[in-house]
């Protein structure tokens, strides 16, 4: 195992009908609450009402910031810093799915802090701003994918140059997440296998990304693997059913809270991969993975066979002995995986033509530089070539 710290300082809220808490729980963080959401006009707006008359019952001046977008612009999460810190806000309440509660995160640290969201950013050599602090976040996840409910990491787009990138940091970890199966039971069919994807690709990033040695991380990340996958089949039957939905909300949490990869924590070249997909194209990052993880697993087979092997015998019943040929089989499992539950897409079915292949292999290994030239880390450095040939098995 490689040395690591780890925490878990959000405190989980979780119940059908608990999201008219809100207001008791934010009354501890302050007297005036900014709620930041999507634009209005959406199957939310009854969840946004909920919220904002549980805060004002409870004593709380309200703010309310919509239009925040899937893939949340910095440009956007500009202008909420500018009003959250005109209205003297003290805290946000973060509604809406991951880019909602990315976006929050940037709000409440950068009014903190000074300077804009995109400041903050990973972006190739640049050394990022640091934070100074933040003012509290209480998250309201409305889908289980990005498990941001729970985290320090945020992804934002800034669309002047059509770059998405990350950072992490522990100021902006929320302090309380309700997490309402009756609130997620809103999701449609297609954001729902979006969403079951992005859990998986976060359950794998780690676990096939590092050389370490973690048989406690490998057995938390593969019991929420074969969790999601049983749920996931029931979810697509019943899309209302709310105990699937806790099921799924649960592997969308600790599925991204570093409890998968304590011991081995490595790097998370799909995650990459996937950015100028929803970068340049706008394509929500869900099914940008979607896309992405069959030809991921398939190119890069070879990098770290025996885990790639170890994936495929303990979560998709591939009995093979031989490391490499089990390795190459994840992929095909996965596939047919994604087809039965209707999510498997190509870079043409979601209409991304592949006339930018090398300029979006050129943006990853910009914005994401690896040990050598014109690459980016992962099982193995993953080099420019690497990448436009797995855009090529998008296809
Ligand atoms: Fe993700």
């Known amino acids: 195992m490689t040395p690591f710290e780890w925490n878990f300082p959000t405190k989980l809220t979780y119940g059908p009908g608990r999201i008219s808490e809100v207001g008791e729980i934010a009354?501890?963080?302050?007297?005036?609450?900014?709620?930041?959401?999507?634009?209005?006009?959406?199957?939310?707006?009854?969840?946004?009402?909920t919220v904002e008359a549980s805060l004002l019952e409870a004593g709380l001046e309200v703010v309310v910031f919509t239009g925040i977008e899937p893939n949340p612009r910095a440009q956007t999460i500009d202008k909420a810093i500018e009003m959250f810190k005109a209205e003297e806000c003290d805290l946000v309440i973060a509604l809406g799915g991951g880019s909602v509660i990315d976006g929050s995160k940037y709000i409440s640290a950068t009014a903190f802090s000074g300077g804009n969201a995109w400041d903050y950013v990973v972006l190739g050599d640049r050394v990022p701003r640091e934070y100074t602090g933040a003012f509290p976040i209480i998250s309201i996840p409305t889908i289980s994918a990005a498990g941001s409910e729970c985290n320090a990491g945020g992804v934002i787009t800034n669309a002047e140059t059509n770059e998405k990138s990350f950072s992490r940091s522990p100021y902006r970890i929320p302090k309380v997440a309700i997490v309402d199966p009756e609130v997620l039971a809103s999701v449609p069919m297609r954001l729902t296998q979006d969403s079951c994807v992005d859990i998986f690709s976060?359950?794998?990033?780690?676990?096939?990304?590092s050389d370490a040695e973690s048989e406690f991380a490998d057995r938390q990340t593969e019991g929420m693997i074969l969790c999601l996958k049983e749920n996931f089949a029931k979810i697509i039957e019943n899309l209302?059913?709310?105990?699937?939905?806790?099921?799924?909300?649960?592997?969308?949490?600790?599925?991204?809270s570093g409890i998968q990869a304590l011991g081995r924590m490595g790097c998370i070249p799909m995650h990459s991969i996937e950015m100028p997909l929803s970068g340049i194209y706008d394509l929500p990052h869900g099914r940008g993975m979607v896309v992405v993880i069959p030809a991921y697993l398939e190119h890069m087979a070879d990098a770290k066979p025996h885990r790639w092997a170890k994936l495929a015998r303990r979560c998709f019943d591939v009995t093979e002995q031989d490391d490499l040929k089990a390795a190459k089989l994840l992929s095909v499992k996965v596939t047919e995986w994604l087809k039965e539950t209707g999510a498997y897409l190509t870079l043409s079915d979601v209409g991304i033509p592949d006339d930018k292949f090398e300029q979006m292999a050129d943006d990853v290994v910009r914005m994401f530089p690896g040990p050598i030239p014109q690459s980016t880390p992962g099982a193995r450095p993953v080099t420019k070539d690497d990448i436009v040939a797995i855009y090529e098995l998008c296809k």
Do not use: N
């Not at 963080?29 to 009402?49: F, H, Q, W």
């Not at 209302?240 to 991204?256: H, N, T, Y």
């Open 202 to 209: 976060h359950l794998i990033e780690h676990y096939l990304s």
């Open 240 to 256: 209302d059913d709310l105990e699937v939905r806790g099921q799924l909300a649960l592997c969308s949490i600790f599925g991204w």
């Open 27 to 49: 009354k501890a963080y302050g007297k005036k609450a900014m709620v930041a959401t999507y634009a209005k006009g959406s199957p939310l707006d009854p969840v946004i009402d």
